[in-house]
T-cell receptor, first 115, second 113 residues
Framework: DTGVSQDPRHKITKRGQNVTFRCDPI?????LYWYRQTLGQGPEFLTY????????KSRLLSDRFSAERPKGSFSTLEIQRTEQGDSAMYLC?????????????FGPGTRLTVT | DAKTTQPNSMESNEEEPVHLPCNHS???????IHWYRQLPSQGPEYVIH???SNVNNRMASLAIAEDRKSSTLILHRATLRDAAVYYC??????????????FGPGTRLSVLP
């Protein structure tokens, strides 16, 4: 078990460009979450997948944001036409539906800087 | 979303107990109380959770007030590695799929050697 991994760890992009981040959850975990965290704040929930189905989306997830989990394994988060306000740490977490575990396991995050 | 309030920061001496308070006066009957912590430059990690009864695990204890309007995370012997931001979170299992974890700004715990 290597934990949740995210790629890339850092991304610098110019305003208006599109970016895509990848998350690989713990292999047996069927729940996957995306969060955004800005400096000095706690993580803000963006979206939740159960297997390949996207079941919850925050109102923070504007039309420029799209997330997928095509085969119920890894997930991608794409931001189109990036804005400076999108600069943040993007965190992915996974957990297991079933049993008694309510723990979310977080990855190290992808830090996005929009210039 | 139900709200939590926590002190911005707290200090503790190494090897002493730490009591981290959280107020959640608008908690609903279907809200679970979760605690996560975030060490510097890392993603958050689960600490403990509970509904009504006090809970213990290898990391900490969670004391929940009888009216559930407040809770306290107890670290029995603080170590330098416990220096982190501690988040108290309410998760409403009665809304949607119950997976919207609402983090506040948390309490930054400093541990002095």
């Amino acid at each position: 078990d290597t934990g949740v991994s995210q790629d890339p760890r850092h991304k610098i992009t110019k305003r208006g460009q599109n970016v895509t981040f990848r998350c690989d959850p713990i292999s047996e975990h069927n729940r996957l979450y995306w969060y955004r965290q800005t400096l000095g704040q706690g993580p803000e929930f963006l979206t939740y997948f159960q297997n390949e189905a996207q079941l919850e989306k925050s109102r923070l997830l504007s039309d420029r944001f799209s997330a997928e989990r095509p085969k119920g394994s890894f997930s991608t988060l794409e931001i189109q036409r990036t804005e400076q306000g999108d600069s943040a740490m993007y965190l992915c977490a996974s957990s297991y539906l079933g049993g008694s575990s309510y723990e979310q396991y977080f990855g190290p995050g992808t830090r996005l800087t929009v210039t | 979303d139900a709200k939590t309030t926590q002190p911005n920061s707290m200090e503790s001496n190494e090897e002493e107990p730490v009591h981290l308070p959280c107020n959640h006066s608008t908690i609903s009957g279907t809200d679970y109380i979760h605690w996560y912590r975030q060490l510097p430059s890392q993603g958050p990690e689960y600490v403990i959770h509970g509904l009504t009864s006090n809970v213990n695990n290898r990391m900490a204890s969670l004391a929940i007030a009888e009216d559930r309007k407040s809770s306290t995370l107890i670290l029995h012997r603080a170590t330098l590695r416990d220096a982190a931001v501690y988040y108290c979170i309410l998760r409403d299992v009665g809304v949607g799929y119950g997976q919207n974890f609402v983090f506040g700004p948390g309490t930054r715990l400093s541990v002095l050697p």
